[in-house]
């Protein structure tokens, strides 16, 4: 697997669009539920080569709002393969410590399913390795209405003025709040297209697309996204200029700290500027 540069900062969030199960079975003559299963295999292997990685959070979208469209028979396929993997991946996710979350419209799941989801992110609670978000029921606009309802809630129940109501008390309320916001967003099957998946959090983030089916995508071509994603200069609305110069102030600050360095994040390894996301907690 490719290495990263001691020098270079991993992306702390990657969001991955798993896209091409369908395709990959369909072209080795098999049903689409078996490129189901096989992609199972890929998160596995994803999850590891973000903690190779250096990944603090990983989001995988495993169930858009509208994949409930699908034909019937294929979506009580995926709810049974989601329960079975559940119960089957828990014990080794604690063994690796991932934290397990679920982002999404948690409702729309059976009582069995929802009761197995609670028990696995609190079984999982206590690691700290990494987090793994699955996306479940998802839609990034799901998630932005959601964040205004809660909002105009408050504002109604007079606990919060309209007035306050700006870009950090929307980040306060999405799903992901409290997780930097993503850095690379990959999506595998060759689609050139966000699909509604964590609309507002994207705002900044690097786009890569590869034309892996999802059950193709290895370690290898994970590690090879994240050596594409550190030949990108972000910017975050700034010149070149302006960002060669922020991080040169934190090459002096990992020699000299002061308070005016307390945006960068500076480690024996690694000098970057620190952008935090709005509403994101303190390390």
Same mark, same amino acid.
């Given at each position: ?32 539920? !078996? ?42 396929? $995926?709810? &049974?393969?989601?329960? !079975? ?34 028990? !696995? ?15 479940? +029921? ?56 966000? +699909?509604? %998946? ?8 690097? $786009? ?20 594409? %994603? ?28 002061? &308070?005016?360095? !307390? ?21």
């Amino acid at each position: 697997m490719t290495a990263i540069p001691a020098s270079s900062a991993p992306p702390r969030h990657v969001a991955i669009i798993m896209d091409g199960n369908g395709r990959w079975a369909q072209q080795l003559g098999k049903p689409r539920h !078996a490129g189901h299963r096989a992609g199972v295999k890929a998160v596995r292997s994803s999850v590891e080569a973000a903690i190779d990685n250096g990944v603090e959070v990983l989001t995988l979208f495993a169930f858009s709002s509208e994949n409930w469209n699908r034909p019937q028979q294929e979506v009580g396929l $995926l709810m &049974e393969l989601f329960l !079975a993997t559940l119960r089957s991946e828990v014990r080794s996710m604690n063994k690796n410590g991932i934290r397990l979350k679920f982002i999404g419209d948690l409702s729309t799941f059976s009582e069995r399913l929802r009761g197995e989801m609670t028990r !696995a992110e609190q079984q999982t609670a206590g690691n700290e390795r990494i987090t793994l978000n699955m996306a479940v +029921s998802y839609g990034g606009r799901w998630d932005i209405a959601n964040a205004a309802r809660e909002l105009a809630l408050e504002v109604a129940a007079g606990t919060r003025s309209a007035e306050s109501v700006d870009e950090t008390a929307i980040s306060e309320k999405l799903s992901t709040y409290g997780q930097p916001m993503p850095d690379l967003f990959i999506r595998t099957g060759g689609e050139l297209r966000i +699909s509604n %998946f964590l609309l507002w959090q994207l705002a900044y983030a690097e $786009l890569y697309f590869s034309e892996k089916l999802w059950p193709d995508f290895s370690k290898q071509e994970f590690a090879r996204a994240v050596e594409w %994603f550190h030949q990108r200069e972000r910017r975050f609305g700034m010149t070149g200029e302006q960002v060669a110069g922020e991080s040169a102030t934190c090459s002096q600050a990992a020699v000299e700290p002061t &308070e005016d360095s !307390a945006d960068c994040a500076v480690d024996k390894n690694t000098i970057t500027i620190r952008h935090k996301a709005a509403g994101e907690k303190n390390a």
